[in-house]
């Protein structure tokens, strides 16, 4: 009897590649060998210093030291970057345990194919969507989940001006202390909840608004009797076209107080101008207002493209009934419509809560209170944490605060995800 | 009846006008004379082309403004990230629509759920690892963050690899075709509407970006257009409002055009990621 499995599968776990070479497969091996040499160079020299980096952040801070007769100023450890080595050292090490396993696997299931006699060579189609995946893998490791776990970490130590800078001074671990902070603390706590309200209240309003004030221009386009469909339909697209950054910017100017177009239309008419963007309520209502312009198109093309998937004869069928124009768009527009764009509705929402360019590039969360902390009328959470981050260097609060996001947003994607169709009946189609 | 047609004509012109208003005067801004944001008269009464003169010669003697070294910083970061940012995706989204692999179903959840997460929340710590890698202020820098989280957005590419039939392939293989040459031959080719649709979105996405870009790039040579023009109107503001509106003319222009132009896949992407459910 045969015992290629488990003989293959002991020798790579006693070092990555043996089994390999036992099966035969030398090139394999001996990739998987010099894998394991770098790995274990790289764990006994690097890893533990920078695991305790990440422990310590570091015990000194820059600091007079003695040199020869007279004192210098010595630079200390550096607590971010020690973080952040910490945090990459632990992730190479994870990789490498990663492919420790993949390579013990791989020689006991061609150790397997050994024994029965099959052709060693034929296992490619389940290596081919990991090569189409490993490009993109790194990508998003490093430059997505990496930032989020740093974030994460961030939000548990006192990384904030003016008192913990590095390389000045040291930063250290607090703990839940941050939150603490955020949830009790009143100048901290005050800002959070106003701040959050009006995202809430703002992505609600913003995103309903754009809905149905796309589903209505659809249907006056839509409407028998109007002419020029494809005209109208073009006309009202530009504002989608035109890069957002542009367009907000522009539109920031034209609501200018006293130098701006539409106060000098309204003056011409003899009425007063109104202070669009310098009032906490006609700056809310002109961001909602400039939102709606950027974000209809969008809902009345997808609407253009349902309204005709809707059947005729029911329509025709609600005429021989008698029913008025409004029973038909509620009993049977409407129905329609909801039913294709719920996903859609609800990733606009999300979107909406995070909705940086339209608040920033507009107000800038502008106009300023005395009521909150380093935050403005109009500032929704996340533009709050860019100013936190760029302008005060507030950095663990604006950790905190994206944590805080990432698990709401979290929540609400998997939620709409596991709902859809397409997840649960996905095999289904073909 | 009548009465209702002509309320609609009404309402489409007014909205009409809503839309078309800020493109207009922004252009006709650029054309007039002076610098100020504040005009008597819609139409300008003097022509003049100075200030894309001014834009392109870059002659300023009290400042410089190096517009055309921004629009080739721009055109080279947005191509290079269009063409790597797609890449990812397409492979992405082939890999996940066709193959049953193990913990296919956990990573799909994942995806979504980082996708819905927006990069610039997690700012510092991406500020920190371009430092640690050195590449802080380099156009590099910001062609990688942009593609490298490309693949996040796959599920509309997916959407549509899922709907090629799958008897396509499976004769194809019969015939002896690898994966390789499948994809290359067979799915590529009749995927050119989706192709267009995300290249299109990643193009737009960089050429636009300013979160990133003001982050990253630190000497105005090496700036980007979103970076560039939003420092010519935030330190000077509306004092040189019609240098701005014509440096936004240029922008919008390519961008604009490119959307109108290719308006039809950009739709069929949309109305794709709408049928998701």
């Known amino acids: ?430 | 009846m009548k009465l209702k047609l002509l309320l609609s004509y009404v309402l489409l012109v007014l909205i009409g006008v809503a839309c078309f208003y800020p493109a207009l005067w922004t252009v006709l801004s650029s054309l007039r004379e002076g610098n100020s944001l504040f005009s008597d008269h819609f139409w300008p009464q003097q022509w003049t082309l100075d200030h894309y003169r001014e834009l392109f010669l870059n002659n300023r003697t009290d400042r410089s403004i190096p517009y055309v070294t921004w629009y080739l910083n721009t055109l080279k970061v947005s191509t290079t990230s269009m063409v790597l940012g797609t890449l990812i995706q397409l492979l992405t989204a082939y890999a996940f629509s066709r193959f049953r692999f193990k913990g296919r179903k956990n990573m799909l959840t994942v995806v979504l759920i980082l996708g819905m997460f927006p990069g610039f929340l997690s700012l510092i710590a991406t500020f920190v690892i371009l430092n640690t890698l050195n590449l802080l202020d380099t156009q590099w820098a910001l062609i990688l963050v942009y593609s490298a989280g490309a693949a996040l957005g796959m599920f509309v590419a997916k959407g549509f690899f899922d709907t090629i039939p799958r008897s396509l392939e499976e004769a194809a293989r019969i015939d002896g075709a690898s994966h390789m040459k499948i994809f290359t031959t067979i799915i590529l080719p009749l995927s050119r509407p989706i192709i267009t649709y995300i290249s299109l979105t990643t193009f737009a996405g960089a050429w636009v970006d300013f979160i990133f870009a003001r982050m990253i790039l630190r000497t105005p040579e090496n700036w980007t257009l979103a970076v560039g023009l939003w420092n010519l109107i935030d330190s000077y503001n509306s004092t040189e409002f019609t240098l701005f509106a014509a440096g936004c003319v240029l922008i919008a222009i390519p961008i604009t055009a490119l959307f109108m132009y290719t308006q039809r896949f950009l739709i069929e992407g949309l109305t794709a990621g709408a049928s998701k459910g």
């Open chain 1, 1 to 430: 009897m045969k015992r290629n499995a488990a003989a293959a599968g002991w020798l790579s776990a006693l070092c990555m590649g043996l089994g390999q070479s036992y099966n035969r497969q030398y090139a394999k091996g001996l990739l998987f060998v010099l894998i394991h040499a770098a790995g274990i160079y790289l764990v006994t020299s690097k890893l533990f210093p920078y695991l305790k980096g990440l422990a310590t952040l570091g015990d000194k801070g820059q600091h007079l030291e003695k040199v020869g007769k007279i004192f210098k100023n010595v630079p200390g450890d550096h607590s971010v970057f020690m973080m952040i080595h910490g945090v990459l050292a632990a992730l190479v090490f994870l990789l490498y345990i990663f492919i420790y396993i993949v390579n013990i696997r791989d020689a006991v299931s061609v150790g397997r194919r050994r024994e029965q006699g099959k052709d060693t060579r034929r296992l490619n189609s389940s290596v081919f969507p990991w090569m189409l995946l490993a490009l993109p893998i790194v990508g998003v490791v490093f430059f997505t989940i990496m930032p989020i776990v740093f974030t994460s970490l961030l939000a548990f130590t006192n990384y904030a001006s003016p008192n913990h800078i590095p390389p000045r001074n040291l930063v250290d671990w607090v703990g839940f202390a941050t939150f603490k902070k955020l949830f009790t603390l009143n100048v901290w706590s005050d800002t959070f909840v106003g701040v959050l309200t009006w995202t809430v209240i703002w992505a609600i309003l913003a995103t309903f608004t754009c809905y149905f004030g796309g589903i209505l221009v659809a249907l006056l386009i839509n409407q028998k009797g109007i002419k020029f469909k494809g005209f109208w339909r073009m006309l009202f697209i530009i504002p989608y076209a035109i890069p957002q950054f542009v367009s907000l910017l522009i539109l920031r100017n034209m609501l200018n107080e006293k130098f701006g177009p539409i106060n000098q239309y309204f003056q011409a008419f003899g009425m007063q101008g109104l202070p669009w963007l310098n009032d906490p309520f006609w700056a809310k209502v002109s961001v909602i207002v400039v939102n709606m312009w950027i974000g209809i198109p969008v809902t009345m093309v997808l609407a253009m493209g349902i309204l005709t998937t809707i059947p005729q004869d029911l329509y025709e069928a609600a005429d021989v009934d008698g029913a008025s124009g409004w029973m038909k768009f509620r009993n049977i527009t409407m129905p329609f419509v909801l039913f294709s764009t719920t996903p859609i509705l609800i990733t606009q929402f999300v979107g909406n809560i995070n909705n940086f360019n339209v608040i920033f590039l507009l107000t800038g969360g502008n106009p300023a209170t005395m009521k909150y902390n380093n935050a403005g009328q109009t500032d929704l959470l996340v533009t709050w944490l860019y100013k936190l981050t760029l302008d005060f260097n507030q950095y663990n609060i604006a950790a905190a605060v994206a944590i805080l996001i990432f698990l709401f947003i979290a929540f609400f994607s998997i939620l709409l995800y596991r709902r859809t169709r397409s997840f649960r009946e996905e095999d289904m189609i073909q």
